[in-house]
């Protein structure tokens, strides 16, 4: 069955980087876009971004570019997700979800599965 | 960006009652060449990453309930619960995959009355 198990919480000081995995399993990692969502406290949620593991090609929210940097590694079917100038704003729950579609059908779909949600918190 | 706007932003109904939660988008986000409508809801509980109820606007997954219903088309959607449960109590999202950046709407807090 498709699992996206991702790393630990994190607790960081304000200005560092955090890095957040998403280890893929149940599926052939390189077939599928993996996006990149967040939910900060009392927030709705927030699409950061997403990944083609395959080319390693990415695209990102507008509100993030330059802060982050999403990639693949396909020998172990993992996904990172690299934020940094780290803030308070950026406490949040991150969460790796694959999109439903093929990569290669070009086309955009829903997501039909996430990870568990990885609790990063930005406190001095 | 196309905006999700989602109505009310909180709601509560008595159990076995309908229960109706809106979405517009700021613009259409239905594909004419394939006639379907970029829309999927989400059930979010506290601690759990959400569970997708709906996709294609009114596609319902498996093994989600059948009073779990959607419709709408273009910019105005629906999301109807048709005799509310206990285990319903959730924040339900609506969102775009239309373009990017994929859009959420604020999301909608479900609470028995």
């Known amino acids: 069955q498709v699992q996206l198990v991702q790393s630990g919480a994190e607790v960081k000081k304000p200005g560092a980087s955090v890095k957040v995995s998403c280890k893929a399993s149940?599926?052939?990692?390189?077939?599928?876009?993996l996006h990149w969502v967040r939910e900060a406290p009392g927030q709705g949620l927030e699409w950061m971004g997403w990944?083609?593991?395959?080319?390693?090609?990415?695209n990102y929210a507008q509100k993030f570019q330059g802060r982050v940097r999403m990639s693949g590694d396909t020998s172990t079917s993992t996904a990172y997700m690299d934020l940094s100038r780290l803030t308070s704003d950026d406490t949040a729950v991150y969460y790796c979800?694959?999109?439903?579609?093929?990569?290669?059908?070009?086309?955009?779909?829903?997501?039909?599965?996430w990870g568990q949600g990885t609790l990063v918190t930005v406190s001095s | 960006d196309i905006v999700m706007t989602q109505s009310p932003d909180s709601l509560a109904v008595s159990l076995g009652e309908r229960a109706t939660i809106n979405c517009k988008s700021s613009?259409?986000?239905?594909?004419?060449?394939?006639?379907?409508?970029?829309l999927s809801w989400y059930q979010h509980k506290p601690g759990q990453p959400p569970k997708l109820l709906l996709y294609?606007?009114?596609t319902r997954v498996s093994g989600v309930p059948d009073r779990f219903s959607g419709s709408g088309s273009a910019t105005d959607f629906t999301l109807t619960i048709s005799s509310l449960q206990a285990e319903d109590v959730a924040v339900y999202s609506c969102?775009?995959?239309?373009?990017?950046?994929?859009?959420f709407g604020q999301g909608t807090k479900l609470e028995i009355k």
């Open positions: 979800v694959r999109e439903a579609s093929l990569v290669d059908t070009g086309k955009n779909s829903y997501f039909d599965y």
């Open positions: 149940g599926y052939t990692f390189t077939i599928y876009h």
């Open positions: 990944i083609n593991p395959k080319t390693g090609g990415a």
């Open positions: 613009q259409s986000i239905l594909d004419s060449s394939n006639n379907k409508n970029y």
């Open positions: 294609w606007a009114s």
């Open positions: 969102q775009q995959y239309y373009s990017t950046p994929y859009t």
